[in-house]
């Protein structure tokens, strides 16, 4: 294929036409993000759920699990059945069609809206990633400097979507916010319909596709395995016999079975005994890494809470919109990621990834100690938006230390044509991390927010603590059976 002549920040036209796909797709999963928690719990009367604080917090635990896990059977239908380019497009009309559901005014469009967005995004997030890749083929350089291209367009996303959706929802109406999610999702297709030509071939096709007449075998495993344990549970919830709880309680349990059962299979895969260790040694980082997902996952729901209800967002006369707290996080990502990526280049390997990770977690800790502080005050008068701002300060200086680090660490452990499972673990314990923030965010309801957060902190620093003391034997492990001898570096 000729290339194209290039037109957008020095890359092809086809790359443009994926970046602001990706920018709106993640525009539109940023800002129902931002308001999906307010909406849950605010009053019938103000047009929300009125569901508990602790049963929404559950709820976004799950979806935000369920989008972490999804990427894994997306990414299969991706690569065997649809293709990268057709499954970007059916996956980016399923988040367009689950957004418009949920700007439907009627209390049942929640569950099937979510769900098409889970699904859509499990479809959109490989695919995007494998064209990309294919474009860059035999490139590693210029396939490193795409995405990170493609890392400023989800925090450019991340940070304007709430200020667009949460001023709307909070605002107007709940559901105009949705449906301006919906409509982002709906640009980014249209542009990407136009600018299909641009790609040539890459993505055209599966790349390891099912043999001829598997395909029906295999949906009638995915309707047995999969619509038929949905249409039960949909089936008892309907009729009285499970509660939404109840449902949330069983597919909570199930996000936390799924990595344990898939790393246990990938760990007994393999042959060599340097492969085992590495990787036995990886799942100890990647659970020390889901305690700090479980960390990160209270922003968007119970922090979210505490800066409606808890906070003096009252600046020169306007109320500032709790959503748009949302924005700090991001914002602050653009600002300290390049110095973080200068800071690991200039420590080099003299800092392995445990060392990286105690840190990240140290912070996350630090986060929710300043958080129990800044309840503390708050059950008095609302108080200054700088503790919260502080709080989402730390968590990001965390959040820098954990998943870029964990990332590179995967694909330094992976063995041989494995990478993308290996990298799919990591994931797959990030949404173990959200699933348990959300659970265990009932207990703020038994022992009060304050000690609810110091209990959160008490756990981020004692596994920062585990890690720094266990980590010289961690890195060996990380590095049994390489060809180099020394620690494993991370490569940011």
């Not at 059916?90 to 049942?108: N, Q, S």
């Not at 260790?277 to 305690?291: E, I, Q």
């Not at 906070?311 to 300290?336: I, K, M, N, T, Y």
Request: aromatic share 10%.
């Amino acid at each position: 294929m000729s290339a194209p002549a290039k037109t957008f920040f020095g890359y092809p036209r086809w790359f443009g036409t994926l970046f602001v796909v990706d920018m709106w797709e993640r525009f539109s999963f940023y800002g129902l993000l931002a308001i999906l928690y307010l909406y849950l719990v605010a009053a019938p009367a103000e047009g929300g759920l009125g569901m508990g604080a602790q049963d929404a917090a559950a709820l976004l635990g799950i979806y935000m699990a369920l989008v972490f896990m999804a990427s894994l059977p997306g990414g299969w239908v991706s690569d065997r059945i649809l293709g990268p380019r057709r499954a970007t497009l059916w996956g980016g009309a399923a988040i367009a069609c689950g957004h418009t559901v949920l700007a439907v005014p009627w209390d049942l469009s929640l569950y099937p809206g979510l769900g098409l967005v889970v699904v859509g995004t499990g479809l959109v997030k490989p695919s995007m990633a494998a064209m990309v890749g294919r474009m860059f083929e035999g490139r590693p350089e210029r396939r490193e400097a795409a995405f990170s291209v493609f890392y400023v367009s989800i925090q450019v996303s991340a940070l304007f979507a709430p200020l667009v959706t949460g001023y709307a929802a909070e605002r107007i109406d709940w559901h105009l916010g949705f449906g301006l999610a919906a409509v982002g999702m709906a640009v980014g297709l249209v542009h990407y319909v136009v600018g299909l030509r641009g790609l040539g071939d890459v993505g055209a096709r599966p790349g390891d596709p099912l043999p001829p007449g598997r395909g029906r075998a295999v949906a009638g495993r995915v309707l047995l395995w999969g619509g038929a344990p949905l249409a039960v549970l949909a089936a008892l919830t309907a009729t009285g016999v499970l509660s939404a709880r109840h449902v949330l309680m069983l597919v909570g349990v199930g996000v936390l079975v799924v990595p344990v059962v898939y790393c246990t299979r990938l760990i007994r895969g393999r042959r060599e005994d340097g492969e085992r260790v590495r990787l036995g040694a990886f799942v100890w980082m990647l659970v020390a890494s889901a305690v700090f997902w479980m960390l990160f996952a209270q922003g968007p729901a119970l922090l979210n809470l505490f800066a409606l209800e808890s906070v003096d967002r009252s600046v020169g006369g306007f109320e500032v919109p709790a959503s748009w707290f949302q924005s700090a996080q991001p914002l602050f990502l653009l600002l300290l990621a390049p110095l973080f990526a200068a800071l690991w280049i200039r420590m080099g390997a003299r800092v392995g990834p445990a060392a990286k990770f105690a840190v990240g977690l140290l912070f996350g800790g630090a986060a929710f100690a300043l958080m129990a502080r800044a309840a503390l005050g708050a059950e008095s008068a609302p108080v200054s938006p700088w503790w919260l701002l502080a709080v989402y300060l730390l968590l990001v200086v965390g959040e820098l230390a954990v998943a870029p680090v964990g990332l590179s660490l995967a694909s330094q452990v992976a063995p041989r044509g494995l990478d993308g499972q290996v990298l799919g673990a990591f994931w797959l314990f990030a949404a173990t991390g959200a699933a348990l923030g959300g659970q265990f965010a009932r207990l703020s309801s038994v022992v009060g927010e304050t000690f609810y957060y110091l209990g959160l902190g008490a756990a981020g620093l004692v596994v920062a603590l585990a890690l720094a003391m266990a980590r010289r034997g961690l890195e060996t492990r990380l590095s049994a059976g390489s060809a180099a001898a020394a620690p494993v570096e991370s490569a940011n």
